[in-house]
């Protein structure tokens, strides 16, 4: 059974960086598109970015330069390099991947981790 496990996430100042982590564990299907979705409370998840197996990236508007998506096919991994944090980028932050397979796809979501930015 296919699981996502995330690493990264955690309290930053203003200003400061991050990097998020999310392995995929237990795939026997090909993994097409990772990406990052981040969530407040009351808010609808967003997507922060994706990248596709060809190395294609997409971000959302608010990233505007700051963040970096990349992944490491052969770990099965995706990365989220985040520098000049704002508080407003406080979110829980949830790796999503979908893979393909048997004629269909299948999409995944990690548990989520949380980012803080706060001073």
Not at 13 to 31: E, F, H, K, N
Not at 47 to 68: H, P, Q, W
Not at 97 to 119: E, K
Request: hydrophobic letters at 35%.
């Amino acid at each position: 059974q296919v699981h996502l496990v995330e690493s990264g996430g955690g309290l930053v100042q203003p200003g400061g960086s991050l990097r998020l982590s999310c392995a995929v564990v237990g795939s026997g299907l090909t993994i097409r598109t990772m990406g990052w979705y981040r969530q407040v409370p009351g808010k609808e998840r967003e997507l922060v970015a994706d990248i596709t197996a060809a190395g294609s990236t997409n971000y959302g508007e608010f990233v505007k330069g700051r963040f970096t998506i990349s992944r490491d096919n052969a770990k099965n991994t995706v990365y989220l390099q985040m520098n000049s944090l704002k508080p407003e980028d406080t979110a829980a932050y949830y790796c999503n991947v979908v893979r393909a397979g048997w004629g269909r796809t299948f999409d995944t979501w990690g548990q989520g981790t949380q980012v803080i930015v706060s001073s």
